[in-house]
């Protein structure tokens, strides 16, 4: 990692050509402009070893560039992930304004007009869950399958990422994710644009670190009724049995890697501005530092909070039951340097932005007992934070936003 920059007198996305790779923590804003190289194999044919070697190349070239990858890996690990050796990395104070208010135009940019289509309807969605457990108790074991949906937002005028970014910022409890994406018909830019609770893995030395969540509610803006979602959801037995096959999953392949896993004896509540889930931190040391951290989120990746148990049978079903392609919904987003530190967030509360068209996920743990229409419910409280940066609700209404 290079060393702390200043702090900027102007916000990271200011009007200039090309937008940076950002990831924003509380403590951190993560900054890579411009890119000398890229890694653009998948999990399954390499990445890791790909990706070592151009760290390894850049860290004896005596490059003036940083010896970093950063970028994300989409759900199927049959598919490409997007990482790029930045020319320029710098790792600014958390309270770096992101945006200038401005459009690259120098005009402030208007409240868009926009029209929202789900895929699938809410019907449809609960159609699939229904269908989902009848599939449990079949040869091929399924016990857990991360269903997801997806809402297309559309507008007359490009969708610009300043915005939703920085109102998703005012939820600290999230790291805010940007990560320009190859042009996948040379017209269109693409920009993977959300806020991740989710800590998939960070390694620092020897020091690793997952948070996993699974078992989720809505928050409320009644008090008392929020505490009282938060007290169901810890009281929750299919909620603590979905996330306690999550940690195991978790547990069980670090352990290889690690010579002392802390494992708490049970979850915590935590909150985001939308919604409640139940939390694990479990922290290890590693046997070897040299492993990397992208090497140890690819063996993690994708848990159970996003495909399912067992893996092979869940991504079947999801197959079978989405009707549209993830793409890097359910993936990973992050870093990793030359001695193999990095963080890796799981891509969740994420939107693909192309042009005038914006594609929300959002994704909901089905095992024995779910219930449909709650599991749709689910997928709605999981919307809000990036319909709300947008401005708009899930039937298309304007919000009245600061």
């Not at 997007?82 to 940019?109: F, K, M, V, Y």
């Not at 109102?167 to 409890?173: H, I, N, Q, T, V």
């Not at 992208?294 to 990746?301: D, I, M, S």
């Not at 693909?352 to 959002?362: S, V």
Request: net charge negative; charged share 25%.
């Amino acid at each position: 990692m290079t060393s702390p920059a200043p702090a900027l007198s102007t916000p990271v996305l200011g009007t200039g050509a090309g937008l940076p790779f950002v990831l924003a923590s509380d403590r951190e804003i993560l900054v890579g402009r411009g890119a000398v190289e890229a890694v653009a194999i998948s999990v399954r044919d390499g990445l890791v070893e790909r990706a070592g070697s151009v760290l390894r190349d850049a860290q004896g070239d005596g490059s003036r560039h940083p010896a970093v990858l950063v970028g994300a890996i989409p759900f199927d690990s049959a598919d490409p992930a997007h990482l790029i050796r930045p020319e320029r990395l710098e790792s600014l104070p958390g309270d770096t304004p992101l945006w200038s208010a401005a459009s690259p135009n120098g005009a402030e940019q208007a409240q868009l007009d926009l029209r929202v289509a789900a895929d699938p309807p809410r019907s449809g969605y609960a159609a699939a869950v229904a269908r989902a457990l009848t599939r449990f108790g079949q040869a091929d074991g399924l016990r857990k399958v991360v269903l997801a949906r997806s809402l297309v937002v559309e507008s007359e005028r490009p969708i610009e990422p300043g915005r939703i970014l920085t109102r998703l910022r005012r939820d600290r409890s999230a790291t805010t994710f940007l990560v320009p994406l190859p042009d996948d018909d040379g017209v269109r830019s693409r920009l993977l644009v959300g806020a991740s609770p989710e800590l998939l893995l960070s390694k620092q030395g020897q020091v690793v670190l997952s948070h996993p969540l699974a078992g989720s509610a809505r928050r409320s803006s009644d008090p008392l009724e929020d505490a009282l979602a938060a007290a169901r959801l810890e009281a929750s037995e299919k909620d603590r049995r979905e996330h306690a096959a999550v940690v195991e999953w978790v547990v069980d392949r670090l352990r290889p890697f690690c010579r002392q896993l802390e494992i708490p004896a049970g979850p915590s509540l935590v909150s985001t501005e939308t919604m409640w889930h139940l939390g694990t931190r479990i922290e290890g040391v590693l046997r070897d530092q040299a492993i990397s951290s992208l090497e140890l989120a690819a063996a993690l990746h994708p848990t159970p909070a996003v495909c399912g148990q067992p893996p092979e049978a869940a991504a079947a079903a999801i197959a079978e039951l989405e009707s549209f392609d993830r793409g890097y919904f359910g993936g990973a987003v992050g870093w990793c340097d030359a001695t193999g530190d990095g963080r890796w967030l799981v891509t969740i509360r994420c939107a693909e932005i192309r042009d005038t068209t914006a594609r929300l996920y959002a994704g909901a743990g089905i095992v024995a007992g779910s219930d449909p229409d709650a599991e749709t419910a689910e997928t709605s409280a999981k919307f809000a934070a990036l319909l709300r940066a947008l401005g708009v609700d899930e039937e298309g209404r304007a919000l009245v936003l600061e």
